[in-house]
Structure formats: C-alpha cells, structure tokens
Nanobody, 126 residues
Framework: QVQLVESGGGLVQAGGSLRLSCAASGRTFSIYAMGWFRQTPGKERDFVAAISRNSGVTNYADFVKGRFTISRDSAKNTVYLQMNSLKPEDTAVYYC???????????????????WGQGTQVTVSS
C-alpha cells in the first residue's frame, strides 16, 4: 500500500501563489506517475497535472497551463504543485494521486490512479 499526504493548501487572494506538497510513504517503489486533481462540491474530480516517475514527462490541464507547475523529488518521494496567478475559480479541494500501473504514462483521468490523498483545501478570494 501507498499513503499520500497533501499539505500547503490555504486561503490566498486572487493573483497570489501557493505551493502544494504531497508526500508518499509505504510501497513507494511501486509508484509510477503522480498527479494532482481538484474537486468542488457537486462536481466531478478534474485533472490538473501529472508527472512521470523520472520527471521527464508532464501533462497539464489546459486551464492551468502557464500558471501551475508540477515537479517531483524522487529522493523525498514528494510531488509538488506550484500554483501562480491564482483565480477564484481555482478554489477547490486538491487531491494528490499515484499510478502503479503505467510505467510511462501521465494520464489525465482519475480512473488511472490507484492511490489518493485526503485532499487539501485551496480557497482563492477575489
């Protein structure tokens, strides 16, 4: 099993920045891609960004391109999401996810991911 713990969420004004972290523990050697998703009440969980095991490949949702950056520190088993130029519509619970089935993929859909964190709230005020 793999455990994922997110941190770094909070309240920020529009135009501001936040950096989310996700620390993995347990059978981390089994993890391939890691990703971030977000969800607002009553809506489906949306893909935000993903990164391959060796950090060589990344994938971003169109609505975050140029504003968010995903990175990964394999030595620390941690993935980060740097969020800049935040907008009120970025308000959501952000979830970290890990994929143990796709050695080379950076999938953009939730069904591909096997492990999930508990989520961290990001609120952007206007």
């Amino acid at each position: 099993q793999v455990q994922l713990v997110e941190s770094g969420g909070g309240l920020v004004q529009a135009g501001g920045s936040l950096r989310l972290s996700c620390a993995a523990s347990g059978r981390t050697f089994s993890i391939y891609a890691m990703g971030w998703f977000r969800q607002t009440p009553g809506k489906e969980r949306d893909f935000v960004a993903a990164i391959s095991r060796n950090s060589g490949v990344t994938n971003y949702a169109d609505f975050v391109k140029g504003r968010f950056t995903i990175s990964r520190d394999s030595a620390k088993n941690t993935v980060y999401l740097q969020m800049n130029s935040l907008k009120p519509e970025d308000t959501a619970v952000y979830y970290c996810a890990a994929d143990r089935r796709s050695p080379f993929g950076v999938a953009g859909y939730a069904a591909r991911y096997d492990y999930w964190g508990q989520g961290t709230q990001v609120t952007v005020s206007s």
